[in-house]
């Protein structure tokens, strides 16, 4: 049985930051990507990371994300991580993490998700 299992999530102050990891068990993905969703908003992409062999080849962020979030992996653990930096209160988001098993391929595994709340 495929299961991402997300944690990490909580309250936090703007400027703060916030490590979530996600655990993936019962399948090896071709690569792993972060969404979040607000309150009435769309599911936005966050980034996503691919590996080979153990070790990270590709990570990819949105634009408004980039130097203030980063994935990274840890084989060993089959985790990949959301560090996020100098969050803003519209980070406010249920995170996601999910997993798709080829390049052309839908995500189609998700975690439950993970509340992350920035306060102002």
């Known amino acids: 049985q495929v299961q991402l299992v997300e944690s990490g999530g909580g309250l936090v102050q703007a400027g703060g930051s916030l490590r979530l990891s996600c655990a993936a068990s019962?399948?090896?993905?071709?690569?792993m990507g972060w969404f979040r969703q607000a309150p009435g908003k769309e599911r936005e992409f966050v980034g996503q990371i691919r590996w080979s062999d153990g070790t990270t080849s590709y990570t990819s962020y949105t634009d408004s994300m980039k130097g203030r979030f980063t994935i990274s992996m840890d084989a060993a653990k089959n985790t990949v991580y959301l560090q996020m930096n100098s969050l803003k209160p519209e980070d406010t988001a249920v995170y996601y993490c999910a997993g798709r098993l080829g390049y052309y391929s839908h995500y189609a595994y998700w975690g439950q998700g993970t509340q992350v709340t920035v306060s102002s």
């Open positions: 019962g399948r090896t993905f071709y690569d």
